[in-house]
């Protein structure tokens, strides 16, 4: 099976999200493509479903909601995030995936 795609670059780790909005809560539900994926318990309306991940994604590593960046995907269910303050080891220790 293959793992999260998770790179380092300019000091940030990156790594790309399936989000899938409107789900009864949020929760990581595994791995698609290399990709992570999230479902949200937000709509895909007004950036809510945006918001709801930015602050499941800080939660889970443990930073602040201004170390997350949406870099791109920004009105796509596919999203490239970027995230200060972090490693790649960690991230995939904390969302249990192995890397590619």
Same mark, same amino acid.
């Given at each position: !099976?293959?793992?999260?795609?998770?790179?380092?670059?300019?000091?940030?780790v990156v790594?790309?999200?399936?989000?899938?909005?409107? $789900? $009864?809560?949020?929760?990581?539900?595994?791995l698609l493509?290399? !990709?992570?994926?999230?479902?949200?318990?937000?709509?895909?309306?007004?950036?809510?479903?945006?918001?709801?991940?930015?602050?499941?994604?800080?939660?889970?590593?443990?930073?602040?909601?201004?170390?997350?960046?949406?870099?791109?995907?920004?009105?796509?269910?596919v999203k490239?995030?970027?995230?200060?303050?972090? $490693?790649?080891?960690?991230?995939?220790?904390?969302?249990?995936?192995?890397?590619?």
């Amino acid at each position: !099976m293959a793992g999260l795609d998770v790179k380092q670059s300019d000091g940030r780790v990156v790594f790309r999200v399936k989000v899938v909005p409107g $789900s $009864s809560r949020t929760a990581v539900r595994g791995l698609l493509d290399g !990709m992570l994926k999230v479902k949200v318990a937000a709509a895909a309306e007004k950036g809510k479903a945006n918001d709801c991940l930015i602050v499941f994604v800080a939660k889970e590593l443990g930073v602040k909601k201004k170390a997350i960046e949406i870099v791109k995907g920004n009105t796509n269910p596919v999203k490239q995030l970027a995230v200060d303050g972090v $490693s790649v080891e960690y991230v995939i220790g904390k969302f249990g995936v192995d890397r590619r």
